[in-house]
């Protein structure tokens, strides 16, 4: 089995209680999502795969997390759009999520990069989705702002 990568995007605008978001699949899947063992492992041909489910729910759970930060801080962000990226791969011969990427844009204004970034982290140890997948090897986050 080669490794395999999986992505989802969420775009959040606004707080925790009065903002809303999208949530977009690399894939193209839509409807009723279907999944097979090629979109996990070879290609996604529009299908789904419960990598890309992670990445989805991932990418949603931290992007509320930091806005809710955000704004409880006295910076509510215009927006928060963050992708995540979840690797499956072989360990010790067996398929594994090896690795989750972050990587968040914030639009917030009022707010430094430095304390972006700290708030950021702070919300990827404090979000949800990320306690539950504790047992994932490699969680990274790369933040920034796209202020101007």
Same mark, same amino acid.
């Given at each position: 089995?080669?490794?395999?990568?999986?992505?989802?995007?969420?775009?959040?605008?606004?707080?925790?209680?009065? @903002?809303?978001? /999208?949530?977009?699949?690399?894939?193209? &899947?839509?409807?009723?999502?279907?999944?097979?063992?090629?979109?996990?492992?070879?290609?996604?041909? @529009? #299908?789904?795969?419960?990598?890309?489910?992670?990445?989805?729910?991932?990418?949603?759970?931290?992007?509320?997390?930091?806005?809710?930060?955000?704004?409880?801080?006295?910076?509510?962000?215009?927006?928060?759009?963050?992708? &995540?990226?979840?690797?499956?791969?072989?360990?010790?011969? #067996?398929?594994?999520?090896?690795?989750?990427?972050? /990587?968040?844009?914030?639009?917030?204004?009022?707010?430094?990069?430095?304390?972006?970034?700290?708030?950021?982290?702070?919300? #990827?140890? @404090?979000?949800?989705?990320?306690?539950?997948?504790?047992?994932?090897?490699?969680?990274?986050? #790369?933040?920034?702002?796209?202020? @101007?």
């Amino acid at each position: 089995m080669a490794s395999a990568e999986r992505t989802a995007t969420t775009v959040w605008e606004g707080d925790l209680a009065h @903002g809303n978001g /999208t949530l977009s699949l690399k894939s193209g &899947a839509t409807g009723d999502l279907p999944v097979t063992w090629a979109s996990r492992t070879e290609r996604s041909d @529009g #299908k789904t795969s419960p990598e890309e489910l992670i990445a989805a729910a991932h990418a949603s759970c931290f992007s509320m997390a930091l806005s809710n930060m955000l704004a409880t801080d006295g910076n509510p962000p215009d927006s928060v759009q963050t992708d &995540a990226v979840v690797t499956l791969r072989p360990v010790d011969g #067996k398929p594994t999520i090896a690795s989750i990427e972050l /990587t968040t844009v914030g639009v917030v204004p009022g707010i430094d990069e430095a304390k972006f970034i700290e708030t950021a982290e702070a919300a #990827k140890a @404090g979000c949800p989705v990320s306690r539950a997948l504790a047992g994932v090897p490699e969680i990274t986050l #790369k933040a920034s702002l796209q202020n @101007g």
